[in-house]
């Protein structure tokens, strides 16, 4: 009674069975999934695939993740798009039709496609859903599992309608094994497979898998409808050693042999240094047999492959095979991550024995070549004045610690250098200009549509370009990062030599430095414009000093004349203020500068003899006008050049000018900073024009700045234009009114230089000097990858490969928009870098194909052309279709391949063992035909069969069958789909 009382005796367990489980929640979300994706309901209807339609079509893809309890799976529809979206509005949907997926199995449209899912080449389905295990999630290899998602999936089928298709993926992922199921109106069609290592002897050929066949489907029917049957035999050739090498041996008796693919200066190497094809597998297929017509079990075969009616074709390329170029590009890039400096890397003897000598090279060079103005230039003689000056200051290196051979060494500069070559007379380079300008690539520089202006390098018949291309040979072929170091030491004396010597470099324009170019390129400009200014200034020098000469004799017979301010040396230093260090003109008067082009800047002179007042610097008269207080002409004044710049120099000046901020005092400081030229022309102008004003000087250099009044005529009929300035000359502290009272009358000549080629030279020699590899390897790596892309496009003119053209057009896209800025995304340069070796593969590989297709290429034109498409067409497409099969000029071809490499199979056997193969060959029957021998067993074999039978009773619906079977030396795999009547099942 005491435990009746009890209040705890009256609680009890209550279970919920309305509670859903994890196998109910997973089917659910099945469901869901199913729902969204708007694959429920009927899917059934007429639609016939178009031939091929499962290669060349888009197919895609949906995913998401579901679970089963904590067991992650991930959910996946395949669809072919263009089939879905042709379908729509023309599928007639029919009560009692098939769904799709039953209706694929009979297609034979699309059989053995070459580049689709697995599920699509062993079922020819053209929509499913997969669910496969997750990322880190265990495969499903307990039968009891597989059961669960079976059971789950069937039920998710039936709740939600859904045709399509439904499998998921068990066994271990590498072995593709799949177990599915379809559903529609009273039938269901099972998906089941077989995977076995080794083939059961019993099934090895086509009558057994009939058995098999037969006996899945279990139909009491009799007779049985014929089975339809598809065969596909794969031939593999993989030996092409009877085929020449990718690349020509090398030849040791030249100064660049030793190595494969070696190639003379300024040139870059091409091509693959191993097979870049690696297989060719060829297919042929007997489409569409009927049972009883073909013989094929363990005694005898019907299936030659040279009887097959359809032959295609597929190549298997190497991955990643060595290309020349890309090599280079991709070593060269290497070296923009080094951080040595060239004394680290050359040893720091040479600057610590400079040190301690405290001398300078340029001393001991200007000691040397003195004598030498008449001396021809060479480079050998070049070469060992720099040796004998080096003297001066330390030892001489010894020759095996040069890093780079003196022979190579020499042949790099007389390339950089062909002006220098022994038969060349210093007079010639000196009075021939244009030889430096030109090196006979102009018209290849029209050909490449000016790349250079698009990858901002510089022109390919340029010392730049030549120097990269030379820099990517050394670093790749002699020697690396230390013989990169030591070709640059010696390229920046022989640029010193030849700045401290008046001869101008060779290869590169004449005139200011090419913005659009790469910045070493500029600096090289800037030190030729150096060379330039000097040379004149000397030349001009000499003019003055012979006719003071003249002068001087003609002196002693006449009476002595006034000296002239033209004697006044070029070195005289301009004695004025604050505008000594003004560099340009002001943004303020740009307009200003639009009329300048009508004076033609020489140094032509007027030396007449007379007062102070006398005209100096004059050209010509300027279109037929006269000074305003007087009725002299107004004469165009010989003026100085502006200084020529590059993009760092100007970039420096921004931030100078910039820093003086916007206050009234900067702003004027600035405008005074920014009309150093303004100054030199309006010096020249008074030196050109006594008694000229302000106005006269504002009529030539800027006209729109002087407003005409009214014009009359004088007396002599001439007319006379009154005007003034315009308002902003009248402001008050006017830039101009300014310069123009702080103007002295002093010509160009004597003036001091706006621009000081002494002290640019030394600044771009020492921007030079200092320059590490990495630095140097940066500054040239526009111009390397403008002669990649250069190379490209001339390999690709050679091959024709549409793709390959379209692909290179791209990457000069890209190329811009990476080499413009000036700090360098190195990780997208080094993408692109193996875009350009992807491209190199392609043409490669299309020039073996060629190689190999040509051997035995047929006689007729029309045999030709046939043959180059179809080399074509196996680089574009995943397989080519082999037109007249083993009997067509490629299909000869082909067999021919074959041929050699059973041949050579045969010729490294023993005799013996050759003997007996030939005796059980002769006595083993194979189809009434010896030709068979030609071709190797084949590498893997594909039989599909498939037909339409009632099941489960005789009275069933005729329901599609199919069998998908792959037989090949290590996999034995069956692929079935079975339907069944389930209406009275």
């Known amino acids: 009674m005491a435990a009746d009382s009890d209040p705890e005796s009256e609680v009890f367990e209550i279970t919920d069975f309305t509670t859903a489980s994890e196998w109910e929640r997973f089917v659910s979300r099945v469901e869901e999934v199913l729902n969204d994706w708007k694959l429920i309901g009927n899917s059934a209807g007429r639609s016939t695939l178009g031939k091929g339609i499962y290669t060349s079509g888009t197919w895609g893809e949906k995913s998401q993740d579901i679970h089963f309890a904590d067991f992650k799976f991930h959910i996946t529809h395949y669809f072919l798009k263009q089939e879905s979206e042709k379908d729509d509005g023309q599928d007639v949907l029919e009560e009692d039709s098939f769904p799709l997926a039953m209706q694929d199995l009979l297609c034979m449209n699309n059989d053995f496609p070459p580049r689709a899912h697995c599920l699509v080449r062993w079922y020819g389905i053209r929509e499913f859903v997969v669910i496969t295990p997750g990322t880190n999630c265990e495969a499903i290899i307990s039968e ?555 009529r030539w250099y800027s006209p729109r700045d002087y407003v005409v009044v009214e014009e009359v005529v004088d007396e002599m009929d001439n007319k006379v234009v009154k005007g003034e300035l315009s308002a902003r000359m009248k402001i008050p502290g006017n830039m101009w009114v300014e310069a123009w009272e702080t103007a002295r009358v002093t010509p160009a000549r004597r003036q001091r230089r706006l621009f000081d080629d002494t002290k640019e030279a030394e600044k771009v020699l020492h921007y030079l000097a200092v320059q590490k590899p990495a630095d140097l390897t940066c500054s040239l790596l526009p111009c390397i990858l403008h002669a990649g892309i250069l190379k490209l496009k001339e390999e690709e003119l050679k091959e024709d490969i549409p793709s390959v053209k379209k692909t290179i057009q791209q990457a000069t896209s890209q190329a811009s928009k990476l080499l413009h800025p000036p700090n360098h995304d190195y990780k997208k340069l080094e993408d692109f870098i193996n875009q350009l070796m992807a491209i190199e593969t392609v043409i490669t590989r299309a020039r073996s194909l060629k190689a190999k297709f040509a051997l035995c290429e047929g006689e007729k034109e029309d045999d030709r052309e046939e043959l180059e498409k179809f080399v074509s067409s196996l680089l574009e497409e995943p397989e080519v279709v082999v037109n007249g099969a083993g009997q067509g000029p490629a299909g000869s071809i082909i067999r021919r391949l074959f041929v050699n490499t059973q041949k050579l199979a045969d010729f490294t056997s023993d005799e013996a063992a050759l003997l007996e193969e030939d005796t059980v060959r002769d006595r083993k029957p194979t189809g009434g035909s010896n030709k068979t021998s030609d071709f190797p067993p084949p590498a893997g074999r594909e039989i599909l069969l498939r037909t339409c039978v009632p099941r489960p009773a005789p009275y069933s619906k005729a329901l599609p069958q199919r069998l998908f079977c792959v037989l090949m030396r290590e996999e034995f795999r069956l692929a079935g789909a079975f339907s069944s009547d389930t209406s009275f099942f």
Not at 230 to 251: E, G, K, M, N, V
Not at 330 to 335: D, I, S, Y
Not at 373 to 385: K, N
Not at 620 to 630: Q, R
């Open 144 to 698: 009891s599992k597989c059961n669960l998602l079976l059971s789950s999936i069937s039920i998710s089928l039936a709740n939600s309608g859904c045709q399509v298709p439904m499998f998921v993926q068990i066994q271990q992922k590498w072995r593709r094994m799949y177990a599915g199921e379809c559903q529609g109106p009273g039938v269901r069609t099972d998906f089941e497979m077989v995977h076995l290592r080794k083939v059961p002897s019993q099934y090895n050929h086509l009558s057994g898998l009939l058995d098999i066949f037969k006996s899945k489907i279990g139909s009491t029917l009799s007779p049985l409808p014929p089975v339809i049957i598809a065969i596909r035999f794969t031939y593999i050739l993989q030996d092409w050693q009877q085929h020449s090498w990718p690349q020509q041996p090398p030849d040791f008796d030249t100064l660049l042999g030793g190595e494969v693919g070696a190639v003379e200066f300024g040139k870059l190497p091409f091509g693959a240094c191993e097979e870049p094809i690696s297989e060719l597998h060829l297919a042929t297929i007997w489409p569409h047999l009927t049972e009883g017509i073909v013989v094929d079990n363990d005694v005898y075969s019907d299936l030659d492959p040279l009887q097959a009616p359809h032959w295609s074709v597929r190549v298997r390329t190497a991955e990643n095979p060595q290309c020349l170029l890309g090599d280079f590009l991709t070593e060269f890039f290497k070296l923009c991550c080094r951080k040595e400096s060239t004394e680290e890397i050359l040893g720091r003897g040479l600057a610590e024995e400079e040190g301690k000598e405290n001398s300078d090279i340029s001393s001991a060079l200007s000691k040397l070549t003195e004598p030498a103005a008449t001396v021809p230039i060479s480079r050998l003689s070049v070469s060992s004045m720099v040796h004998s000056a080096r003297k001066h200051i330390r030892r001489r290196r010894h020759i095996d610690d040069s890093p780079l051979n003196t022979d190579i060494l020499n042949s790099v500069l007389l390339y950089l250098f062909p002006d220098a070559a022994v038969e060349k007379s210093s007079e010639n380079s000196k009075n021939n200009p244009a030889q430096s300008n030109a090196c006979g690539k102009a018209e290849q520089d029209k050909k490449s549509d000016n790349l250079y202006l698009q990858l901002k390098s510089a022109p390919s018949d340029s010392l730049t370009y030549r120097l990269a291309l030379c820099m990517c040979l050394v670093n790749y072929s002699y020697g690396g990062l230390r013989a990169v170091a030591h070709l640059w030491q010696e390229f920046v004396l022989e640029l010193r030599y030849r700045w401290e010597n008046n001869y101008l470099i060779y290869g590169l324009a004449g005139g200011p430095p090419d913005l659009r170019c790469c910045l070493l390129h500029q600096k090289l400009q800037m030190l030729n414009c150096c060379i330039e200014r000097k040379r004149a200034r000397d030349e001009a020098r000499k003019v003055l000093e012979g006719s003071k000469e003249s002068e001087r004799k003609s002196s002693s017979h006449q009476s002595p004349r006034p000296a002239q301010e033209s004697s006044t040396s070029t070195k005289e230093a301009y004695p004025g203020k604050s505008w000594d260090s003004w560099s340009d003109s002001e943004d303020e008067f740009f307009e200003c500068l639009s009329d300048q082009g009508d004076t033609d800047v020489s140094h032509t002179e007027g030396n007449e003899g007379g007062s102070k007042n006398k005209a100096e610097g004059r050209l010509h008269p300027y279109n037929n006008m006269t000074l305003l207080n007087s009725t002299e002409p107004l004469y165009v004044p010989v003026t100085q050049e502006p200084a020529p710049m590059t993009e760092d120099l100007l970039e420096e000046q921004s931030e100078v000018l910039a820093k003086l901020g916007s206050s009234a005092e900067g702003t004027h400081l600035r405008a005074r900073m920014q009309s150093a030229c303004l100054l030199s022309d309006m010096e020249s102008f008074k030196a050109a024009n006594p008694g000229c004003v302000l106005e006269d000087f504002v």
